[in-house]
């Protein structure tokens, strides 16, 4: 606050700490389990209090008798027996302070029992509070965990007739965590549910269980694994990837594995055997190290660290038995379990608390709402938001149905949320009839006011995954009129736009492979899609029974959806390509002949072709979708099998980062909290930081140094007077190198500053403060961020890429300051790590262009990745050599392309030709792919053409359905 605010106002801090949460917690505890001893800590507080002011009360009337006195002291008898009266009841006084001391200590005994529940209860509270930082929607008042722990301690039908204060402690003990999770995951997205369950294994593990197994150490590892690289030392196993060999050699170095090299060098068959397992998780080999006796929890967070390193796809399957063996199945079922919308809205919430239904987009759930106020009797007002007339409406009706004791249900209040703010004060100021309920519904937005979210209670509605929910919901909502409607083709229409809608949909679960974003595909695409369809059909028809396939306009109802309904959300080339692949290959003629082939591979029955039904009338097609398989394989979607193996694997990494982000921002917010500094000169606060530094501090301080090592002293710039100067190629490395020294100078400056603070030499500033919070809670600082990089870098992990990107800066200085610009050509520059990659394409563009007096509009990128044999590298003065490619969902030697069913596939250095227009073949066989400069899939570099390296395996379409393109540089996948 600036100085001049706090010179006029006082402050004062009500804020929860953790010590006084607990304490609240204890207290409410033992007045709900051991009233008596409560009783006892009331009364004894009350007379200790009292004995104390009697004490000083004596101490005055002395001091009053010595100051009265006249005289001698020994020689007035009255001074002589006042004193003796007043040592007399002093000594009693004192005495019965003794005697309360005693019983405090039994007090002392009983509250100990209950005081790793009280700590519990704190760190769950907080954990609560840090959720906001991997989600915008994660709001939980106090008042909201006051309430889940009243109804443990009060509510619980488990403590009937438990008599015994161990036993009850025990189940009150768990059924928090049970409660606390069943309440906390309906408000959560199902992907972090799981994330929210270790958080709470990992806080019973430290507060709660008497032989608590020390597993600090293994959770940082697990924490820490987005910081393996590869110029860490390894010996490739055979078998094995290179990736899962990096990653080996890693677990290596913690205590517990240092023999597992070794091992795996002993048992390279089984060890490649158990990698290969559909389900490795549960047939973990032991390989840590056996002469140390493990616990249950032990061995399952250990085989957890082993299916990180070797099979990351089924790190989150892993985890869920990791917490199994903690928490019991309780927790584990409640991740899938079913939300009681009813038991929610009629016993949880009180009439001022409303219940925000928030939906992905294209998913309704205000008919859940419908059905629970229909069958349990309550009237319902429901209300349609997003105009002014709605929320007058709104207002009128909450008035009216706070006092007669109604429902009002508000849908898509993210159309509002302006006015949802006096909404919430319209709650705080009334007092409604208990009978009383407000429910909104709203798509999840972050326009939505946060301190609305910690008002109400949150529930999430998630789209059931898979194309047979999809068409299920889909058919449910047609009429049998509509559907049977005349022509009877349209039913068959209506069939294959569903399944494209389907298609198109749950490709979005497997983003950026499936699409390159996430497109607001919804339901409105769908149902405009199908009168789309009426109309063309209508018009065509003109009243007859039957259409030919043939006069069906096929061509309006593909450009229509390519064009407009979904293609007009669409911003990627190459996703409007897949998107054309798609419509081109349902939207047919041949759709309408018998066994026409929706997919090609259908496992679970002995046939490999799934066809479309025979029939038109709702019933046959809701019969047909009802015998698809629950779930499918990503093939029905058009990607490779291993597409399932990369979602897996990026959930298992997304849950890791927020893991780590959510334990150390709870380490560090308690820590900052309980060691503030407030109203002290600069002095006393050097002093008191140097010599009282909190946890956190001296970790920073230990990384801070190792972060220094890691950077290099300097960077050398290039000669300002050059006669290279105007030479394409020469401005942009000058500006690569001018980027490097100043981000380097910067950073270095930064993390010396935080050194120099942690060590308390330094006065914490509010921009020093930010900083160590950012870096002590492994969140990349934005100063630092000047060039496009993957999300999932940690500090380390960024500032070891930053490194092996400023010394390819260094050779390249080297080499241009010989003066030899074609010494250039030859160099091999890794792609994917200069800072503006996109701008080094068209420096060598403009170079070819100035060579040989070309346009830049004639010239076209050709590619050719060299063999692994090629020693000699013969390049004309068009070409360049570039490394670091990677393909995803395929394979290139030339410029041959061919399918891969690796998910990534390292390419060998490529050399990049300009060429002119008429130079490049113009084979039919080729195919256009994009080279994106990592996985998130934002940003091209550039396009080139292909060709297939043989013509039977030749598809256009499936190369993009596919999701085949190259990459500079990924932080994800391996």
């Known amino acids: 606050f600036p100085p001049d605010l706090c010179s006029r106002v006082t402050f004062v801090n009500f804020t929860v700490t953790h010590a006084s949460l607990c304490s609240q917690c204890l207290d409410q505890c033992l007045r709900a389990e051991r009233p008596e001893i409560d009783e006892k800590l009331s009364d004894l507080l009350k007379l200790q ?162 032989n608590k197994p020390s597993i600090d150490e293994e959770f940082n590892a697990l924490l820490n694994e987005s910081q393996v690289t590869k110029s860490l030392q390894h010996e490739k196993i055979e078998g094995l990837s290179e990736s899962q060999s990096i990653n080996l050699a890693h677990l290596a170095t913690k205590s517990g594995f240092r023999d597992i090299a070794t091992w795996a060098k002993m048992n390279r068959q089984l060890l490649v055997e158990w990698s290969r397992k559909v389900d490795p998780e549960h047939y973990i080999p032991r390989f840590w190290d056996q002469k140390k006796a493990l616990t249950d929890i032990e061995e399952s967070f250990a085989g957890l660290l082993i299916i990180q390193a070797l099979r990351p796809d089924r790190f989150l399957s892993s985890s869920t038995i990791f917490l199994k063996v903690v928490m019991g199945d309780g927790i584990v079922s409640a991740i899938d379990q079913e939300t009681n919308l009813s038991e929610i809205l009629q016993t949880e919430v009180e009439a001022s608390t409303p219940v925000i239904i928030c939906c992905e987009v294209g998913f309704d759930a205000s008919g859940r709402v419908d059905y629970v106020a229909a069958s349990s009797g309550k009237p319902l007002v429901s209300i349609a938001m997003g105009s002014k007339e709605g929320q007058s409406q709104a207002e009128n009706a909450i008035s009216s149905a706070s006092k007669s004791g109604q429902w009002v249900l508000l849908k898509n209040v993210h ?62 909502d047609i009429s049998s009129e509509r559907i049977s409607k005349l022509p009877t083709e349209r039913a068959k229409l209506y069939l294959i736009h569903a399944w494209f809608h389907a298609v198109v949909q749950e490709r979005l679960r497997y983003l ?96 490999k072709d799934l066809v479309m039904p025979q029939g038109s009338k709702r019933e046959v097609l809701l019969s047909w979708i009802k015998q698809l398989p629950e779930t499918q394989t990503p093939s029905w979607l058009g990607l490779a099998d291993n597409a399932e193996h990369i979602l897996l694997q990026q959930l298992g990494s997304n849950m890791t980062m927020k893991l780590q982000k959510l334990i150390v921002s709870s380490e560090v917010d308690n820590l900052v909290a309980e060691h503030e500094l407030v109203g002290e000169d600069e002095r006393s606060m050097l002093i008191k930081e140097k010599h009282s530094q909190p946890m956190w501090m001296k970790t920073l301080a230990d990384q801070t140094h190792h972060w220094l090592t890691i950077l290099p002293k300097n960077l050398i710039n290039l000669p300002k007077k050059s006669q290279h100067k105007k030479h394409p190629l020469y401005r942009f490395f000058e500006r690569e190198i001018e980027m490097g020294i100043n981000l380097l100078e910067d950073v270095k400056s930064d993390i010396s500053e935080v050194k120099v603070a942690c060590q308390g030499e330094r006065r914490l500033t509010n921009k020093l403060r930010q900083l160590m919070s950012e870096l002590a809670k492994v969140i990349l600082p934005n100063s630092w961020v000047r060039y496009d990089v993957s999300p999932g870098f940690t500090v380390t992990a960024w500032l070891l890429d930053f490194n092996e990107r400023l010394k390819q800066l260094q050779l390249i200085s080297t080499v241009l300051d010989d003066g030899d610009m074609t010494a250039l050509r030859s160099h091999m520059i890794w792609l994917g790590g200069l800072f503006a990659p996109a701008a080094f394409i068209t420096a060598t563009r403009q170079t070819v262009a100035e060579i ?87 940003k091209i570099l550039f396009v080139v053409n292909l060709e297939f390296a043989t013509s039977k395996e030749f598809d256009t379409g499936t190369v993009h359905e596919r999701g085949v393109a190259l990459m500079a540089t990924s932080t994800h996948i391996p």
């Open 49 to 210: 209090g009292q004995f104390t002011l009697r004490l000083r009360q004596l101490e005055k009337a002395l001091l009053k008798s010595l100051s009265d006195c006249e005289g001698n002291i020994l020689d007035n008898d009255e001074i002589i027996k006042t004193l003796e009266k007043l040592k007399n009841e002093a000594a009693e006084v004192q005495k019965k302070i003794d005697d309360t001391d005693e019983i405090m200590k039994e007090v002392k005994t009983v509250s100990d029992q209950y005081m790793p529940l009280s700590q519990a209860c704190s760190s769950i509270y907080f954990s609560l509070q840090n959720l906001h930082q991997i989600h915008f929607l994660y709001h939980f008042s106090l008042q909201f965990f006051l309430e889940v722990f009243k109804t443990v301690l009060h509510d619980n039908e488990k403590l009937n007739a438990i008599v015994n204060s161990s036993e009850r402690l025990n189940i009150i003990t768990l059924q928090l965590f049970y409660l606390s999770f069943k309440r906390v995951s309906r408000s959560l997205l199902h992907e972090d549910r799981l994330c929210f369950g270790l958080i709470l294994a990992r806080i019973y593990i430290k507060h709660v269980l008497k």
């Open 512 to 607: 950026p492979l499936g699409w390159s974003k996430k497109y607001d595909f919804n339901e409105s695409d769908l149902h405009c899609g199908f009168d789309m369809i009426d109309v063309w059909l209508d018009k065509t028809c003109k009243g007859r029974s039957n259409l030919p396939p043939d006069d069906i306009p096929w061509n309006a109802i593909k450009s229509l959806l390519i064009r407009s309904i979904y293609g007009g959300r669409i911003d990627n080339e190459f996703d409007l390509k897949l998107l054309t692949s798609f419509v081109n290959r349902l939207f047919t003629k041949k759709s309408f002949e018998e066994n026409f082939v929706l997919i090609k591979v259908f496992e679970g029955t002995k046939s």
């Open 852 to 938: 040989n007096s070309w346009s830049l509009e004639e010239l076209e990128l050709n590619i050719s990745v060299m063999k692994a044999n090629d020693i000699k590298i013969n390049l004309n003065k068009d070409s360049f050599i570039i490394a670091g490619l990677k393909m995803i969902g395929g394979n290139c030697i030339g410029n041959q392309l061919s399918l891969s069913d690796k998910m990534v596939t390292n390419l060998h250095p490529a050399i990049i030709t300009w060429s002119q227009n008429s130079q490049l073949s113009n084979s039919k066989d080729m195919v256009t792919l994009p080279a994106y400069l990592n996985e998130t899939r934002r």
């Open 415 to 476: 159309l509002a949320t302006q006015w949802l703010l006096s909404l919430e004060k319209k709650l705080h100021s009334s007092s409604p009839h208990e009978n009383f309920r407000v429910i909104l519904t709203m798509d999840i937005s972050k326009n939505v006011p946060s301190s609305l979210l910690r008002l109400g209670r949150i529930v999430t509605y998630e789209a059931p995954p898979g194309i047979k929910a999809n068409l299920s919901r889909t058919f449910s």
